[in-house]
């Protein structure tokens, strides 16, 4: 490989990359469900909204003295299960299986220790941008 196919190669790589770091744009509730004081830094100083979208984070300015444009909260298999832990409202027992919770019509997440991992859902109405 000559020369101009070496560069040819690394335009492409870097292009690839790029692709892989822009997010898709998250969900309302994984957004609106972040409560201010919890958000944690995406962007820097003086982005748009756009740019914020475009790296698959949320921006909400509507609160100061607190990131704009933050991390979403993780996605999950049903929109309705999306909120912080601290959030959870318990709808089973210690040791429910996931088969035994999602027969309750609930959420199950066993990823963090010591909350319930079977939970309430909420409702989509508060997942507004």
Do not use: H
């Amino acid at each position: 490989m000559g020369p101009r196919g070496v560069q040819l190669l690394a335009v492409l790589l870097v292009l690839g990359l790029c692709t892989l770091a822009g997010g898709e744009k998250p969900s309302p509730c994984q957004c609106s469900r972040v409560s201010p004081q919890n958000r944690k830094n995406c962007g820097f100083s003086g982005i748009t909204s756009d740019q914020c979208f475009d790296g698959g984070c949320c921006y909400d300015s509507s609160v100061s003295g607190v990131p704009w444009c933050f991390y979403p909260l993780p996605k999950e298999e049903n929109e309705q299960c999306v909120m912080e832990v601290p959030a959870r409202v318990n709808c089973g027992y210690p040791g429910i299986s996931r088969e035994q919770c999602l027969s309750r019509q609930c959420c199950f997440d066993d990823l963090v220790f010591q909350v319930p991992w079977c939970f309430y859902p909420k409702p989509l109405e508060d997942c507004l941008y």
